[in-house]
């Protein structure tokens, strides 16, 4: 059985809905957040729909530059922009997710390590909370493709850093303060360890990080490990495809597993 589908029947057996869950924060946060369409913008869906749709209806082929991890779908560096939207970018259903995460907690400055087309950048930056994007990708072709992308559909609040992140994050984190780290680049252990501690220099008490893939490989579920059980992080929140890191030192720490 592949490394994956074992993962997620280990989650599905340990996993939760609102229900049994003690702390107010967490259970307003899968109630009124996470389980609650009502606080989408129609107009909002529309455009995240449309920034997707162009992607997938692009045939065009680029040479991208690999880092990291590498795929466990792509065998080339010659791709088609539709299949990078569609193997590589997150889904509609999480793009909304973060549309929504934004929305709740009023986020209002966001980092994204990791644009690749731009579709997770569209969840972040459509709220009218978000004020600023800072998103950060090597790839000069994929960034090339974002940036169009995100004019055309006028993210007039994103900023695109393009170069390695070793390179880029230490200056981009001494310069702005973040509210919400979406993590999505380099899925190995030391590279997710690494920037999370360079990110974690700059906490506050209602910063968030969330972590893409965290079952994705046993590295990322060590890594993950590894992040719940650092001094600095209270409470955490498991969906299988991302986790949820919490700092509110008013929280007791505890982590759950919620289904969405
Ligand atoms: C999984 S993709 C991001 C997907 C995107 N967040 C989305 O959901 O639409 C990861 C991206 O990170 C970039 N990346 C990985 N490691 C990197 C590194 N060390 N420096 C710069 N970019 C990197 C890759 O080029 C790739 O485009």
């Not at 600023?132 to 974002?146: D, H, N, Q, R």
Request: charged share 20%; with cysteine; hydrophobic share 40%.
């Amino acid at each position: 059985m592949n490394f994956q589908v074992w993962a997620y029947l280990k989650f599905i057996f340990s996993s939760n809905n609102q229900h049994g869950i003690h702390s107010p924060f967490v259970y307003h946060f899968i109630t009124q957040c996470l389980y609650n369409n009502s606080i989408n913008n129609p107009a909002k869906i529309k455009v995240l729909k449309a920034y997707r749709r162009d992607l997938l209806n692009n045939d065009t082929i680029i040479n991208v530059t690999d880092f990291g991890a590498g795929s466990k779908v792509f065998k080339s560096n010659e791709r088609r922009i539709s299949a990078i939207a569609k193997n590589a970018g997150i889904t509609l259903k999480n793009t909304i997710l973060l549309y929504k995460i934004c929305t709740y907690f009023k986020v209002s400055r966001v980092l994204e390590i990791g644009t690749s087309l731009g579709l997770s950048t569209s969840g972040l930056s459509i709220s009218d909370s978000v004020s600023k994007v800072i998103t950060l990708e090597g790839c000069p072709k994929t960034s090339g493709v974002a940036k169009q992308q995100l004019n055309k559909h006028q993210f007039n609040n994103v900023n695109l850093e393009v170069g390695e992140f070793n390179q880029i994050m230490p200056k981009v984190l001494k310069n702005n303060q973040f509210d919400l780290i979406y993590f999505d680049g380099n899925h190995t252990k030391s590279a997710t360890i690494e920037y999370f501690n360079l990110c974690k220099s700059q906490i506050k008490n209602e910063s968030i990080f969330i972590f893409d893939d965290i079952h994705w490989s046993s590295e990322m579920e060590s890594a993950w490990q590894h992040i719940k059980n650092d001094k600095a992080v209270s409470v955490t929140v498991d969906t299988f495809k991302w986790g949820i890191v919490f700092f509110r030192s008013e929280q007791p720490k505890q982590h759950f597993k919620i289904r969405v």
